[in-house]
């Protein structure tokens, strides 16, 4: 198996034996986690309402027989069981929820459709309930696990025109906390990670700006959580460009 290697030497074998499952994992951030976490000896499931993409994504797995591609949307609760089924029923069981599948509507609010604030809602935070309540008897099953949820720095830095996804990501981090609480004498460390601007595309912004953060970074700080000391846990990660755009 292959091992990750961050460019300076670091190799991790945090995902060692380890079934993950990555939500809205085709593309971005959510496939760079996929790639870390079979890098690091994980075997992984990941989601996507595109058929096609999903198989691209499958393909770009450095180990095609340690990651699974699941069509499901989040906002779907029977898809979102049936992608934590699916992946029990592939690798045996389930240690790592990775809630990623997010979308962006950017528009002012007299002027968003209802549609569009529905859909936020549904996939950013209904999508990540979910998510948790399937996957958590399996996280049991196992002993405890990980589930991390992506958030953003904009759940604390609002800003016009972002008031559906800047709701959705301020409602997660309080949904986090919440959840921490009720399952941490089961083993299970929950955790968000909330990063600045990614250069991913994401809500048809700029992808190619290089003071931006990269996915492999996102991805790195999940290693890192993997990695940490059972005794301790980072419940919030903050992380932003080390030189933004003045």
Known sequence: MASQNNGQ?????????KIAL??????????????ALTAAGAS??????????????VKSAPDGTRILGVRADVQDPEDATRAVEEGVKAFGGLDILINNAGVGSFSNVAEMTIADWDRTIGTNLNGVFYCCRAAIPELRRRGGGWI?????????NAFAGGAAYCATKAGLNAFSEALM????YDNIRVSCIMPGSVATGF??????????????????VVIDLLEHPARSLPSR?????SRPRK
């Open 9 to 17: 030497g670091r190799i991790s074998r945090a995902g060692e034996g």
């Open 22 to 35: 990555v939500t809205g994992g085709s593309k971005g951030i959510g496939l760079a986690i996929a790639h």
């Open 44 to 57: 992984v499931v990941i989601t996507a309402r595109d058929p096609a993409a999903l198989e691209r994504a």
């Open 148 to 156: 991390v949820s992506i958030s953003s720095l904009a759940s604390k």
């Open 181 to 184: 609480q009720e399952v941490r």
């Open 203 to 220: 809500g048809g912004r700029d992808v190619g700006a290089d003071w931006k953060l990269a996915p492999e970074d996102v991805a790195e």
């Open 237 to 241: 990660v903050e992380l932003r460009p």
